[in-house]
């Protein structure tokens, strides 16, 4: 990878480690503005741990982490926020006793214009505009995920993590989210890093996947690779769907990894 | 200008009109109505429900309890009283002021504009190392301080009169300057929790982790409340102070910081109009229970030596309350905030 | 300054630092476990004291007085346990500053009238006053006793929590307490545990406190209750080993400052103490305790 790519969310080399336990180890992955990523892996893979040293709530132990050629490693969660990365949380995490319009205006910053516009305007962009009034504690699941991306939109992000936003959400609610990341991704310009177990969602919304297992990269490639690529198939399907993949007439791994100048597999 | 919300400032407008109202008809009845007695105590309530409010924009907006407010109250009451008292009396009992202070007879503004200044500095020199300390140690750091003022007043005896106190403090103060201070307090917190600073420390109150990885800077938006609400105190201390003639350390202790605390507690952490009308219940209690024990008249609830009925029941209410009703009486609503449903039964929080 | 004295003085701190050490570890262990403080933790040291007093007045041997009181001191604290904290486990976190503030405040209150506003003298008996003497340095009896009682106790607890299943599951439970207070009946009788742990602790600290100072008042418990407060702050919250640090470092302070300040400024030592205090807080908030990683969801 080139030191000398001014854009982009990059991710270098970042290891971290726990009082001996290693969570993540040596990962490396990128996000274009622009352009939606989705981080996948089973449980305890390393996802979340990787998007809370992203967004500094902790520190690496190794590695750097810069958002568009800016140097970001080790710094506070208020300083990587302000260098232009916004977040969403696996457990929502609202400002619960505020209203919605309160929990979106809070986090707006040096508004252009009047930020009850600015609120409004989003809150209706992603349809719970009627809701402005509701304490945010008194939503119903679904709805309060949604105000947690209208929240993470509103500092105007160049790029932006969610962190499992689909979990516990119905098929429609879901069909909802995608048109919401990809209008994130699209009209509001953001680079798009999402952690999600739907591969459904992931498959149809994101440009590239990036595969972790036990910390490490273990793919990375276009959506295909959950179909094609033995290892992942294996995390995610079992043997059986390995052996069955190797007999069938589709690409290997070879293909997989090599298409689209993606990252060889480690 | 973006930055402030229309609509929590009418909010917050709306509930500064209802809150104004009840000062207005106080003070009125107290011009017309009331005999001396029952004068002070209306009189008294109106400051220390201002005190409740100014400790309410801090503890209510940051989710942090501060039990170190009593120090700014006790600061602005001791400069303000030293800076009205005549020299002659000052010379007495305070032999040790510098000559400025020694030489200066204030009038009303003057008196309560050094006040200020002095708490604004102890605030600005306090909330520095105070806003970026976690929730729990910044408690405890808070009850240092209350102790701290108070060991310096008790000892400082050439320049405070140590536990005897200040007596003859001038009485610079009339019913409509109490009703003056009580409107610019109130608004002034009303205006505080609206403003975008005051909703980012609220934001903070919810979820620290959450406000810090949107980028609110929690600890200066702790500062700002810290200093805020520490302002407001001194007004309305400062007032206080050249309302009540004579005063000491015993005055601004535990017992009182307790005191204001229930009323803020029954009433509602998060709310302006809680804190008022939590006074308002606390202070009519008091009364009661006090003709009950046949006891002195002092005015208001800051007696403090008087063991017995009145701290008990305080004490007693205050448990009853937390478990029938932890979040007090209006919770983090506002009066301006209420709409139909709240009234509906059975549904709809606070 | 002679280096007797600087020996005497340093028996004295450390004599001082045992008792904060002690009152510092009782109020963390509860700390530690529900992550929360006990406003009512200084009045166990009033119970603890009075009880002793009013035995000992009535003829009790001092001994058989101090058990009685330890124990009176326990059943205080675990009072507070199911009248101030276990009824508002779902109520917000400052919730229980209160009532466990309004406990205190009842007790001192329910003193005053049933007993007296004014403080009880208590007989210490002649030898406890007496002092050792090694070469040119004296050091008094209690001094020694005072630190020999309150390290066994502190030994005692450390054995307790590392040996058993109990102490197991309270330090188990002192690195989530988050989901401790949530847990509701699980992990009711490991609270109450740790109640009757932390009120015995302060409740040797309050037979020493009160031999040492030989009076009781009903206003007694504050002082404890900050002294116990600084040094868990300076120890860093919930670590117990920083209680300890703290309470000894807290009494060293004080002694320092009483014995280098010129005598006009002395009376101010406990607010140079809490100006000390700030200012450690300022340059280390965490304390001694060393940087805990956030855990986030």
Known sequence: MSVEQRTGLVVAGVTKTFAGLTALD????????????????????????????????????????????????????????????????????????????????????????????????????????????ERADGLAYGLQRRVEIARALATNPRYLLLDEPAAGLND???????????????????????IDHDITLITRLCHRLHVLSNGRTLAEGSPDLVRTHPDVVRAYLGERAVAELASSDLTTSQEGSSGDGSEPVR | MNSWSGRR???????????????????VVIETALGRSDSRIATEFMLIASMVVAIQAYVGNSGLISFGHVAFYAIAAYVAGLAAMSPSDKERITPDLPAWLMQLEAG?????????????????????????????????????????????????????????????????VNTWVVLGTSLIVVAGALIYRASPWGLKLQAVRENE???????????????????????????????????????????????????????????????VSGAVVGAAIITVLSELLRGLEGGLDVGGVSVPELPGIVQLATAGLILIVLIARPRGLFGNQEIGGLRPRHFALGRGRS | ???????????????????????????????????????????????????????????VPLAIAAVIGVIAGIGMSLL??????????????????????????????????????????????????????????????????????????????????QGTKQGLAMRAAAEDFQTTRLMGAKAGRLILLAFAVS???????????????????????????????????????????????????????????????????????QAITLLVVIAVLYFRPQGFAKKIEERVA
């Open chain 3, 199 to 269: 009120g015995t602790l302060a409740g040797i600290a309050g037979v020493l406190w009160i031999l040492r100072t030989g009076s009781a008042s009903p206003d007694m418990g504050f002082t404890p209750l900050l002294q116990a407060f600084v040094a868990v702050v300076l120890g860093g919250m919930g670590s117990l080993r920083g209680a300890v640090l703290g309470g000894f470092a807290l009494a060293f302070v004080e002694v320092a400052l009483q014995v280098f300040l010129p005598s006009a400024i002395v009376p101010y030592v």
């Open chain 2, 209 to 271: 982790v959450a406000a810090a990885a949107l980028g609110i800077p929690v600890a200066k938006m702790r500062f700002v409340g810290w200093v805020v609400s520490a302002l407001l105190m001194a007004l309305a201390g400062s007032v206080w102070a050249l309302n009540s003639l004579a005063f000491a350390p015993s005055m601004f202790y535990f017992t009182d910081t307790f005191a204001m605390l229930a009323m803020l507690v029954v009433g509602g952490l998060g709310s």
């Open chain 1, 172 to 194: 429609s609610e879901s069909a909802d989210l995608e048109q919401i990341i990809r209008a994130a991704a699209d009209d509001f310009g953001c680079g798009v890093l999402i």
């Open chain 3, 80 to 161: 507070t346990e199911v009248v101030a904290f276990r009824p508002l486990r779902k109520a917000p976190a400052y919730a229980v500053v209160f009532s466990s503030f309004a406990v205190s405040l009842i007790v001192q209150s329910l003193i005053r009238n049933v007993i007296s506003p004014r403080p009880q003298g208590l007989a210490v008996p002649g030898w406890l006053d007496g002092v050792l003497t090694l070469g040119s340095i004296r050091i008094p009896v209690l001094a020694i006793i005072t630190i020999v009682i309150a390290v066994l106790a502190m030994v005692a607890l450390t054995s307790v929590l």
């Open chain 1, 26 to 133: 040596d990962v490396t992955l990128r996000v274009e503005q622009g352009e939606i990523l989705g981080l996948m892996g089973p449980n305890g893979s390393g996802k979340s741990t990787l998007v809370n040293v992203i967004s500094g709530i902790l520190a690496p132990t190794a590695g750097s982490v810069s958002v568009d050629g800016q140097d970001v490693t080790g710094k506070s969660a208020y300083n990587v926020a302000h260098a232009g990365i916004s977040r969403s949380f696996q457990t929502v995490r609202l400002f619960g006793a505020l209203s919605v319009s309160d929990n979106v205006a809070a986090v707006v910053r040096r508004p252009r214009r009047a930020v009850d516009r600015t609120v409004v305007e989003l809150l209706e962009r992603l349809r719970i505009g009627h809701l402005a009034d």
């Open chain 2, 108 to 172: 009303l503004p003057a008196a309560v504009g050094l006040a200020l200044l002095a708490v604004l500095i102890f605030a600005v020199f306090t909330g520095v190392p105070f806003s970026r300390m976690n929730a729990s140690v910044v408690s405890a750091a808070t009850l240092a301080l209350l102790v701290l003022v108070h060991s310096v007043i008790n000892l400082w005896n050439g320049v405070t009169h140590g536990p005897l106190g200040l007596v003859g403090v001038p009485d610079l």
């Open chain 2, 9 to 27: 400032l009418r909010e917050g407008a709306v509930t500064f009109a209802a809150l104004a109202l009840v000062f207005i008809v106080i003070a």
């Open chain 3, 1 to 59: 300054m002679s280096p007797e004295l600087l020996i005497q003085q340093f028996v004295n701190a450390l004599s001082i630092g045992s008792i904060y050490a002690l009152l510092a570890l009782g109020l963390a262990v509860v700390f530690s476990v529900l992550g929360l403080l006990n406003f009512a933790y200084g009045e166990i040291l009033t119970i603890t004291a009075y009880a002793i007093v009013l035995l000992v007045g009535a003829g």
